[in-house]
């Protein structure tokens, strides 16, 4: 059974930090490139941040590059996001995405919000 399930999420005050983690299961991790993507309310998905299969190579939505990072451990078929510096205009669903020509896997996301 094909999973990604993301965990990390939760409420943080302006200025703070998260880690979202997502852990893959059912299928070769490490054959897909993988992402995180947010949605707030009323809005679309949105790519936050991507990296390439063994992640040497990454991308960043330009509303947080310099303050989150994504890397991934194949060897834990896992992907990380790391977010400091955290906005309120951050908060959303975060969801997991792993893809490779053919296949798309999303997971059921978690919650950020970035309030005082």
């Known amino acids: 059974q094909v999973q990604l399930v993301e965990s990390g999420g939760g409420l943080v005050q302006p200025g703070g930090s998260l880690n979202l983690s997502c852990i893959a299961s059912?299928?070769?991790?490490?054959?897909?490139?993988t992402g995180w993507y947010r949605q707030a309310p009323g809005q679309e998905r949105e790519l936050v941040a991507s990296i390439s299969r063994i992640g040497g190579a990454t991308r960043y939505a330009d509303s947080v590059k310099g303050r989150f990072t994504i890397f991934r451990d194949n060897a834990k078929d896992t992907v990380y996001l790391q977010m400091s510096s955290l906005k309120p205009e951050d908060t959303a669903v975060y969801y997991c995405k792993a893809i490779k020509p053919g296949r798309i896997y999303w997971g059921q996301g978690t919650q950020v919000t970035v309030s005082s």
């Open positions: 059912g299928f070769t991790f490490s054959s897909y490139g």
